[in-house]
């Protein structure tokens, strides 16, 4: 940590096309030359989750924003029968208009370089991104994900290989159902209101280890994935059950030419307390800056 003074920051509203909109907190950094992290959230986890991380890459000089997944903290979406979203709509709508709405605020050029941090879910759909056209117009030159993996249950010892697939079907059946996950006390697995469509698509990516039947896809997605050669680096703590180094390479095996870094991390942060006690992962992806650019 440079020193101990608050990050000034601020948050601009992004609106996405099905008439929703996220509050998304925006960070200065104070070299112009750095590349923009963008930060993108595991499931379930709204955005203010990681504004520890974020402040701690501003002060070390990066210009950070931190996106928010539709339906999630700040988002405005609310997942019903009418109102579903995939894996898709998040990569090819808003991950691009929140990169280029966090580069108008911090006045950055549109190909300013951008590398990715991503949690879990977040980074799935990162991959995505980077396997789109908009990777280029952006600037993406990276992809840093922690607690990053496939959810293919077959990369998991149980008991956690059986909650994925049991979860997976439940949660796909009820999808199917009545269109979302539903929050509050039915929530048994604590990742609120959620559109049925990215659950399906989530599932079947357990069951196959394959984004190859996303709704409304644009692209094939699978054979996208096998020419990105942007880099990548995928991490876990030892101690994340919810990420094991096999789902990491599972996720890394779908990019064969970006030829992706799998690393076990020391410590205990777990899948999730690594973004409110930022040191190790902003020491690492500073690491990673300088090799790749």
Known sequence: ???ATTVPASSILVA???GSASRVPVFPGSGATRPLIMIWPGFGVGAHYYRP???ELSR???PVGIGELRGQGSSTA????TDRWGYHDLASEDYPRTIRAVKSRLDLAEDHPVILLTHSMGGQIGSLLLARPEARELGLIG???VGTGSPFARAFP???RRRLRIGGLMMGIVGRILGYWPGGPLDVSGYGRQSGVQLKEWARFGRTNSLDRLRGRDLDYMEALQAVRVPVLLTRYSNDDYCTVDSCRALANLMPKAYPLVEELPGTLGHNR???EPEDISDRLEAFVERIS
Do not use: K, Q, T
Request: proline content about 8%.
């Open 1 to 3: 940590m440079s020193d």
């Open 16 to 18: 996405m096309p099905d």
């Open 53 to 55: 991380i974020a402040e």
């Open 60 to 62: 070390r000089g990066f």
């Open 78 to 81: 609310v997942a019903s029968l």
């Open 143 to 145: 992809l840093m994900g």
């Open 158 to 160: 149980n008991p956690e």
């Open 274 to 276: 690594w973004a409110r």
